[in-house]
């Protein structure tokens, strides 16, 4: 099986822009779970969607978004970038159930700029 | 809320040596999930192991294992005959059955391998 795709891995952006990024969840997994790293607040929890549906969404601003498609891929959206969203986004992946693991994409960088 | 708590951002250890990186965490909840992952340069977070906490054997993974102290809330991660491909960040995390099961990720420890 092809393992999560993250698409596209590096993007520059401009203060006030908006930027979409995509994650192809391996086949057969419907949970996608979005995470934001930094060297400042580490590893923080996004959002997760399940068929569809947002199921969770951490603390974070209204500007970040997302949403999941009937195939299971999922797309986040930030809108009026700020110098601090400038992170490495991780995607991850898992089957349904409570006993089952994360897979994880190679991760999407962005650099406001 | 749960909280996972690495107190060592760096450890180093001389190829096949054997190093032990700690973690602790904090929650009110009984039954949960605790993992060690493990991210290289290229990025990409990797499953070392994992445990379940109403097991109460500890889990190994080829040259991986785990003491996992319950009553303690620690989950400390054991790496035997250490190889150069080792190297990397790894973060405990903690995921909880109830609710939001999301990973909630330690600050990480860098490892590095002397040859």
């Known amino acids: 099986k092809a393992g999560v795709t993250q698409t596209p891995r590096y993007l520059i952006k401009t203060r006030g822009q908006q930027v979409t990024l995509s994650c192809s969840p391996i086949s057969g997994h419907r949970s996608v779970s979005w995470y934001q790293q930094t060297p400042g607040q580490g590893l923080q929890f996004l959002f997760e969607?399940?068929?569809?549906?947002?199921?969770n969404k951490g603390n974070f601003p209204g500007r970040f978004s997302g949403r999941q498609f009937s195939n299971s891929r999922s797309e986040m959206n930030v809108s009026t970038l700020e110098l601090g969203d400038s992170a490495l986004y991780l995607c991850?992946?898992?089957?349904?159930?409570?006993?089952?693991?994360?897979?994880f994409g190679q991760g999407t960088r962005l650099t406001v700029v | 809320a749960q909280t996972v708590t690495q107190s060592q951002p760096e450890m180093s250890v001389q190829e096949a040596e054997t190093v032990t990186l700690s973690c602790t965490y904090d929650t009110s909840e009984s039954d949960y999930y605790l993992f060690w992952y493990k991210q290289p340069p290229s990025r990409q977070m990797i499953l070392v192991i994992r445990?379940?906490?109403?097991?109460?054997q500890n889990a190994t993974e080829n040259r991986f294992s785990v003491n996992f102290q319950k009553a303690a809330k620690s989950f400390s991660l054991k790496i035997s005959d250490s190889q150069l491909g080792d190297a990397a960040m790894y973060f405990c995390?903690?995921?909880?059955?109830?609710?939001?099961?999301?990973?909630?990720f330690g600050q990480g420890t860098r490892l590095t391998i002397n040859p």
């Open positions: 445990q379940e906490a109403y097991k109460q």
């Open positions: 991850a992946s898992r089957e349904t159930g409570e006993n089952t693991e994360a897979f």
């Open positions: 969607y399940f068929s569809e549906t947002q199921r």
């Open positions: 995390a903690y995921r909880s059955l109830q609710g939001a099961q999301k990973l909630v």
